[in-house]
C-alpha cells in the first residue's frame, strides 16, 4: 500500500510530468499541417486530458512517468518518451474521430 509520502511524491512528479506533457502539445502541433489554427486548442485538449491519458494508464502515473524523466534524463528524453508512447495512440484515436475520407454526413438522408 503507497505510503502518504510515496503518494506525494507521485503527485510532485506528475504535476511536473503534467508541465512536459503540456510543452510536448503544443509544440508538437505547432509543427502539424493537418491541425489547423481553429483546431490547435481542441487538440491540445484532447491530448492531454485525463481520458486520454487513461488509455496508457491511471493518468497520475502516467504524468508522474514523465516527470520522473524529466528530472532523471532531462527534457529531450521526456520528449521522446512521450512521442513514443503517447504520440501514436493519439494519432490513432484522432482518426478515429473523423469521418473517412469521401464520405459526407446528410442529415436529411
Not at 500500500?1 to 502541433?29: C, H
Not at 487513461?54 to 504524468?63: D, K, M, Q, R
Amino acid at each position: 500500500m503507497p505510503t502518504q509520502k510515496n503518494k506525494q511524491g507521485e503527485r510532485t512528479e506528475a504535476w511536473i510530468g503534467d508541465a512536459v506533457l503540456a510543452l510536448f502539445a503544443r509544440q508538437w502541433i505547432l509543427q502539424r499541417a493537418d491541425i489547423p489554427p481553429t483546431q490547435r486548442a481542441e487538440a491540445f485538449t484532447q491530448m492531454t486530458s485525463n481520458q486520454f491519458l487513461a488509455s496508457l494508464g491511471e493518468p497520475t502515473s502516467v504524468e508522474a512517468a514523465i516527470g520522473k524523466i524529466y528530472q532523471s534524463k532531462g527534457l529531450q528524453a521526456a520528449f521522446d518518451w512521450i512521442n513514443a508512447n503517447c504520440v501514436p495512440l493519439y494519432l490513432k484515436q484522432r482518426k478515429n474521430r473523423q469521418p473517412p475520407k469521401g464520405t459526407h454526413r446528410n442529415k436529411n438522408k
